[in-house]
């Protein structure tokens, strides 16, 4: 990062932005064509850190995933525009995540169902969900298990 004084290192402050994130970019590329997707996640940092995804089993980041599953990732939130008199004095406060790791398909129901519920307790902050079993069956999970992440508060 080139202004180091805006650079988040701490991992418990970079915890605190995924927590108040709303939703999580997936960056993806297929023979150099980049795709970015925006969607709903949950975050677990207990055993490894990881992020959960959910989506439709098949799609085009079903097809890219495939093909190449390292991927870059980002989420920002506490926005605020600073004004000021000249427009290009104009500013944005924000503070933001971008990481990289490896996104796989979760395989068995048990993790399946750990990563449904990590994203419902993103956005409810409770526990002990049931999931429809019909529903359960025709979702897909992924896994972003994170190799490196930083934050920026701007």
């Known amino acids: 990062m080139r ?33 970015i997707v925006a969607m709903n996640f949950g975050y677990s940092g207990e055993k ?21 599953n390292y991927v870059c990732f980002e989420l920002d939130t506490d926005h605020h525009i600073t004004e000021e008199t000249v427009a290009c004095d104009f ?16 395989g068995s129901d048990a993790e399946k169902a750990e990563g449904l519920s990590s994203i419902m307790h993103h956005y409810t902050d409770r526990a002990g969900f049931n999931f429809d079993p019909e529903i359960f069956k025709r979702t897909m999970v992924l896994r972003l298990d994170i190799a490196m992440m930083t934050g920026k508060k701007a």
């Not at 971008?98 to 996104?103: D, F, P, R, Y």
């Open 3 to 35: 202004r180091k004084e805006k650079e988040i290192t701490g991992i418990s402050e970079i915890e605190s932005i995924i927590s108040r994130a709303l939703v999580c970019r997936i960056a993806l590329s297929d023979n150099n064509v980049p795709y």
């Open 48 to 68: 490894g850190r990881k992020l959960y995804f959910h989506c439709a089993v098949e799609g085009r980041k079903i097809e890219m995933i495939r093909k190449n």
């Open 91 to 106: 500013g944005m406060r924000y503070c933001s995540v971008v990481g990289w790791g490896t996104i796989s398909f979760v």
